[in-house]
């Protein structure tokens, strides 16, 4: 099994709601990370679990929040989000950092609404 | 603050022509990654160059990385219709925990006409 995989694809969600996007992978990886891509933009790092440590891209709002069951499945929490939170967020894995490159997930593609 | 930039950032040429497009960046590092993403879809990951001096080839795609001059190249050979998407750039940076995180460029939007 080669692949990323992320659950929902699509999903809109209003502002007061609470959802989860989900995200797994079987390569055995032992780093997982959430990165959000604006319409038109770059990715933008959100979240890295290493082994199981969370690291956080500083400017990222507390309404999202991560979670790691364990190493194969990573959570993202949605919560309180704004309009301006939709995006297409993408999962990847890697071995440990990036030495054998990373796997990306299909996406979830978020409208708040 | 790392600086990723990608030039150009459009291109429209022709089948069957060659093109190199280019990657800089603003701080050390020797880790580049180059990745596809067609429309409405996820990232494909392309090439991992890991050290000075590295060369990848895959099918028409060939990537470079010159580590001393903060550049990645990516030339493309005799380009066909399938090769339309937008192609990213991204470094890898030591993050906190012994972790990596990518910075990407803004990327390149590549349209090959017939």
């Known amino acids: 099994d080669t692949e990323v995989t992320q659950t929902p694809k699509h999903l809109v969600m209003g502002m007061t709601n609470k959802k989860s996007l989900k995200c797994e992978q079987h390569?055995?990886?032992?780093?997982m990370y959430w990165y959000k891509q604006k319409a038109k933009k770059p990715p933008e790092l959100m979240f890295v679990y290493s082994y199981e440590k969370l690291s956080i891209n500083e400017s990222v709002p507390s309404r999202f929040s991560p979670e790691c069951p364990n190493s194969s499945l990573l959570n993202l929490h949605l919560h309180a989000l704004q309009p301006e939170d939709s995006a297409l967020y993408l999962c990847a894995s890697s071995l440990t950092w990036g030495a054998g490159g990373y796997t990306f997930g299909s996406g979830t593609r978020l409208t708040v609404v | 603050e790392l600086k990723v930039e990608q030039n150009p950032l459009f291109l429209s040429m022709q089948e069957g022509k060659n093109y190199t497009i280019y990657c800089n960046y603003s701080?050390?590092?020797?880790?580049l990654y180059w990745y596809r993403q067609d429309p409405g879809k996820s990232l494909e990951s392309l090439f991992v160059l890991l050290s000075n001096g590295a060369v990848k080839q895959e099918g028409r795609l060939m990537a470079s990385l010159d580590t001393k001059a903060r550049l990645s190249t990516l030339h493309i050979t005799a380009a066909v219709h399938d090769l339309s998407a937008t192609y990213f750039c991204a470094v890898g940076l030591l993050f906190q925990g012994g972790s990596e995180k990518l910075v990407f460029g803004k990327g390149m939007k590549l349209t090959v006409n017939p």
């Open positions: 701080t050390t590092s020797d880790r």
């Open positions: 390569m055995g990886h032992r780093a």
